[in-house]
Nanobody, 122 residues
Framework: RVQLVESGGGSVRSGGSLKLSCHFS????????MGWFRQAPGKQREGVSD???????RYSDSAKGRFTISLDKRESRMYLEMNSLKPEDTAMYFC????????????????WGQGTQVTVSS
């Protein structure tokens, strides 16, 4: 069973940076997709960025140019480096995982972590 553990959230001022990490374990296949999602209070969850096991990446419009997703297979970690943070980036950030998947995909990611809070003050 896939397990995901996020870390790296925190509180920063507008314009600051944070690097989120998601440690994954239990995957059975060499092919997989992973993504970062976020949910702010009172808002729907939205996709931020995703990456697959071939290192193909995608970004939401709000993340392009500011965030960088990466995958370290040896460490079993996915990262989201976030720069030029804005107050509107404040949310709980979740990582997600799905097996036998490649970008682009149209299937739900079925494995989710517990989330890490990011708070950006103005």
């Amino acid at each position: 069973r896939v397990q995901l553990v996020e870390s790296g959230g925190g509180s920063v001022r507008s314009g600051g940076s944070l690097k989120l990490s998601c440690h994954f374990s239990g995957g059975r296949y060499a092919s997989y997709c992973m993504g970062w999602f976020r949910q702010a209070p009172g808002k729907q969850r939205e996709g931020v960025s995703d990456i697959d096991s071939t290192h193909t990446t995608r970004y939401s419009d709000s993340a392009k140019g500011r965030f960088t997703i990466s995958l370290d297979k040896r460490e079993s970690r996915m990262y989201l480096e976030m720069n030029s943070l804005k107050p509107e980036d404040t949310a709980m950030y979740f990582c997600a995982y799905e097996e036998q998947c490649g970008i682009p995909y149209d299937i739900p990611l079925n494995y989710w972590g517990q989330g890490t809070q990011v708070t950006v003050s103005s």
